[in-house]
């Protein structure tokens, strides 16, 4: 996977009151800090996504989410390839390391054993 792609606009967007318009974003890999806070964005799909587009292209959200739902998929598409849907609690990763917390009591916050 390329390390970033540039993404052309296909219907440029001016947020009004902005002398600037936006044509293309670069994308480029998220950091896990991006892909955590864009997971806990309220809403939709389309909002947490739109959130992830606006972090890694360096936009403003609001300019994320004008974008056309062509170039939104192309956008998505692309981070898409660093996002993973983790294991169901209790089963294990490709590391074999545990994915969630073994206390006896079921209390979340009490470090595994």
Not at 43 to 53: F, R, V
């Amino acid at each position: 996977m390329d390390d970033t792609k540039i993404l052309i606009l296909r219907k440029p967007i001016t947020i009004k009151g902005d002398t600037k318009t936006y044509d293309s974003l670069t994308l480029r890999e998220p950091t896990v800090d991006e892909l955590d806070r864009s997971a806990q964005v309220q809403g939709s799909a389309y909002a947490s996504n739109a959130a992830l587009i606006s972090m890694v292209g360096g936009i403003p959200l609001i300019v994320a989410r004008q974008m056309t739902k062509t170039d939104y998929e192309e956008a998505t598409a692309y981070l898409s390839g660093f996002t993973w849907t983790p294991p169901q609690s209790g089963e294990t990763s490709g590391t074999d390391a545990q994915t969630s917390l073994s206390s006896g009591a079921g209390d979340p916050t009490t470090p595994a054993a």
